[in-house]
């Protein structure tokens, strides 16, 4: 291998990793004890209200009935899926209001990117450990 196509493979073997970086931050990592402490105090000013004390959620419509004006707000703790997701998959939720429903809004002129990380760090402490190592893409392979 000449030095030239070696240096090609360690730059695109580099940008990978900082782009892997950038993307997945903190996904399937513990949150930092000092955004948790800040995404709580936001998370029972904005949040508490629908996904209730501790992420619990709201009581769902019985037989798995869905009405889009009355979706119930599913648990945001390990017991539902947002766990399934990393955490930028939860930013843009959050920043952008869910698919699935108006009832929940768009939260991009109402919090900064970095309170939603916040937000989403106090989410995490209500997850164990093994279920933060299995957050994100590798949800499958865990279950
Ligand atoms: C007015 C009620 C309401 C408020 C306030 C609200 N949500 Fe929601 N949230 C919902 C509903 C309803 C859904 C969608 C339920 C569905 O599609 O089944 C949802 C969905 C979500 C999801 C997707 C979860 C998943 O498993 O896919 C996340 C993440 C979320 N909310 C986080 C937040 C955060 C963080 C806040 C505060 C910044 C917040 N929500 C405030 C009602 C609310």
New binding site residues.
């Given amino acids: 291998m000449s030095i030239a196509t070696h240096h090609l493979k360690l730059i695109i073997i580099l940008a990978f990793l900082i782009h892997g970086e950038m993307v997945y931050a903190e996904t399937g990592k513990a949150p930092d004890p000092g955004a948790v402490i800040q995404g709580k105090i ?2 029972e000013k ?2 508490l ?3 209730q004390k501790d992420g619990v959620g709201e009581e769902q419509l019985p037989w798995g009935v ?1 009405l889009p004006e009355f ?4 648990p ?1 703790n390990e017991t ?3 766990w ?2 990393a955490d930028e998959g ?1 930013a843009i ?2 920043l952008e209001g ?1 698919r ?2 108006k ?3 768009a ?1 991009k002129n109402i ?1 900064s990117r970095e309170e ?1 990380r916040k ?2 760090a106090y ?1 995490k402490s209500l997850w164990s450990p093994r279920i933060i190592a299995c957050q994100g893409p590798k949800h499958m392979r865990c279950m």
């Fill in positions: 936001l998370y904005y949040c209200i629908c996904h869905r979706t119930p707000a599913m945001l539902s899926h947002a399934h997701h939860l939720t959050i869910p699935s429903t009832r929940m809004p939260f919090l939603v937000t989403i989410i």
